[in-house]
């Protein structure tokens, strides 16, 4: 079965540092997310990517974000200053057409310590 | 604004006794209403949905749920629960306008023996 591919599992940074997070999307899928969750609490949406430029994006989604899909399957999520309140768990998901359920990778564990 | 409310942050139920675990949500058009599911340290899985049609949906596992409109309400039902259930839940809803999904607070479901 297809599924949504997240790497590293598990990121530790120094504040202040840039972290990129990759996500690799179902092939065939056309939108794709960031959310992200603290400490198994609340499913933030951050950003939404679609047709090669962003949708929608939260307020939590500021300056010190970006999203890429450089070469058409790999779909990153860069942090350009890492803050302690970045800590939280990073999830990627995508959807096939507007309407239908989204797949969502294991996450990524960033700790900026 | 599109939002999701889950009333309890807990749900403690026997095993082989039925369950319900209670969603209720706004928006401004259509509601697309997603239920998932988080074990411990993994992504979140796709339950169900429920789009357009029959009120009733049945999804994976057993589970199924119920759309009231006039409630605004989208309960996760099942009728035998089974320890292997107790888990992280999440309601999640998208309106016709936007792309993004938006998840409740969770509910923590505990299956006793």
């Known amino acids: 079965e297809p599924e949504v591919t997240q790497t590293p599992s598990h990121q530790v940074t120094q504040m202040g540092q840039e972290v990129i997070l990759r996500c690799v999307p179902i092939?065939?899928?056309?939108?794709f997310y960031w959310y992200r969750q603290i400490l198994g609490q609340k499913v933030e949406f951050l950003v939404s990517?679609?047709?090669?430029?962003?949708?929608?994006k939260s307020e939590i989604f500021d300056d010190q974000f970006s999203v890429e899909r450089p070469d058409g399957s790999n779909f990153t999520l860069k942090i350009r200053s890492t803050k302690l309140e970045d800590s939280a768990m990073y999830f990627c998901?995508?959807?096939?057409?507007?309407?239908?359920?989204?797949?969502f990778g294991q996450g990524t564990r960033l700790t900026v310590v | 604004a599109q939002s999701v409310a889950q009333p309890e942050d807990q749900v403690k139920v026997a095993e082989g006794n039925p369950l319900t675990v209670k969603c209720t949500y706004s928006?401004?058009?259509?509601?697309?209403l997603f239920w998932y599911v988080q074990y411990p340290n993994r992504g979140l899985q796709f339950l169900l949905k429920?789009?357009?049609?029959?009120?009733l949906v049945k999804g994976s596992y057993g589970f199924e749920a119920e759309f009231n409109k006039s409630q605004t309400s989208f309960h996760l039902k099942k009728p035998s629960a089974l320890v292997s259930d107790s888990a992280l839940y999440f309601c999640?809803?998208?309106?016709?306008?936007?792309?993004?999904?938006?998840f409740g607070t969770g509910t923590r479901l505990q299956v006793f023996p």
């Open positions: 998901a995508s959807i096939r057409t507007w309407g239908t359920e989204a797949f």
């Open positions: 092939s065939n899928h056309l939108y």
């Open positions: 990517f679609y047709n090669n430029e962003i949708s929608e």
């Open positions: 928006v401004s058009g259509n509601p697309y």
């Open positions: 429920y789009i357009t049609g029959d009120n």
């Open positions: 999640a809803v998208r309106d016709g306008n936007t792309d993004k999904l938006i």
